[in-house]
DNA sequence: GGGGTGACGCGTC
DNA sequence: CGACGCGCCACCC
């Protein structure tokens, strides 16, 4: 079932909330590892589930969206990010605004 | 079955 | 301050 890291990798990332946004490293930090964030990039990559997996939310730590973009192709991540309140600066998110905190989340909930 | 690469992150030179 | 390599896991050839 989910002996890989990559099953875990999805229900992490089903997990941010609208509006807000993960960092790859983020999530393999969740997922185990930081130093997943390979895996997590390369999991997006496979995205199975794009329905459900918002992988437009997943950003590098910069906060910049990732150019080799083939979800819908092009900027298209950056204008479903603005589509839910996500104010992008030249391309990048205001990390120190919009990063998702799963652990003020959780607090939150 | 083995080797190389990748939507990253961080440390070190 | 800038550039390079390493580490991790999974998939492709």
């Not at 930090?29 to 990559?45: E, F, K």
């Amino acid at each position: 079932m989910d002996n890989g890291v990559f099953n875990l990798i999805y229900d992490i990332v089903k997990q941010i909330p609208k509006g807000k946004v993960a960092t790859y490293g983020q999530i393999a930090a969740l997922a185990g590892n930081r130093r997943l964030a390979r895996v997590v990039g390369y999991a997006l990559h496979a995205n199975p589930d794009p329905e459900h997996i918002p992988c437009h939310r997943v950003v590098n730590r910069l906060g910049q969206v990732s150019e080799a973009f083939a979800f819908g192709g092009g900027n298209r991540q950056i204008e479903l990010l603005e589509a839910e309140g996500v104010i992008l600066t030249d391309g990048a998110v205001d990390l120190n605004k919009y990063r998702w905190n799963r652990v003020t989340t959780d607090f939150f909930l």
